[in-house]
């Protein structure tokens, strides 16, 4: 007869057990956040956060003539593979008790999707409406080269980063 598996040779000791058990609770209450934190998303001229500027674009102003141009959300959906791979890595750390490893995945799911968004504002996938003639005319005296929606300093794009926190 073959021996398929033996449970006791993999687990000797229930601190196997109980550092797999704080390594899933850990992460269970981790959340990975892309966005802009509004503690952190002054602009230097003042006027409006990034963290505002951003839900606006979002979600557009029909009064201002803004239509909705999302970034945030359409990024990772579009990512969804790349990030949730990382993600999946980190559920196998925590499956081996390495929370150490587990926080690295975590952070590169982070960081992947923090670039995801920020390469959106220039992605052909993106489905932005094209700028409006006046808007377009003032970039230009702004000295913008290029007529790209969302984009005249690049400071709203550079704010997106993402979080790690415990759930609230």
């Known amino acids: 007869m073959i021996l398929l598996f033996d449970i006791t040779a993999s687990v000797s000791s229930?601190?196997?057990?109980k550092a797999i058990e704080a390594a899933l609770k850990e992460l269970e209450s981790t959340q990975v956040l892309v966005g802009i934190p509004e503690d952190e998303s002054m602009r230097q001229d003042g006027q409006i956060s990034n963290a505002a500027l951003m839900y606006i674009h979002t979600n557009g102003s029909p009064m201002q003539?803004?239509?909705?141009?999302?970034v945030i959300e359409p990024a990772?959906?579009?990512?969804?593979e790349q990030h949730g791979k990382l993600m999946g890595e980190a559920v196998k750390a925590a499956m081996n008790g390495n929370v150490t490893l587990m926080h690295e995945y975590l952070e590169k799911a982070g960081l992947a999707g923090q670039s995801a968004a920020k390469n959106w504002f220039t992605n052909p996938n993106n489905g932005f409406a094209p700028l409006n003639p006046e808007t377009a005319k003032?970039?230009?005296?702004?000295?913008?080269?290029?007529?790209?929606p969302l984009i005249d300093t690049g400071a709203l794009m550079n704010a997106i980063t993402y979080v790690m926190r415990k759930k609230q």
């Open 14 to 17: 229930n601190d196997g057990f």
């Open 65 to 70: 003539g803004i239509p909705a141009r999302p």
């Open 76 to 80: 990772l959906e579009d990512s969804k």
């Open 138 to 148: 003032r970039k230009e005296k702004k000295g913008a080269t290029i007529e790209r």
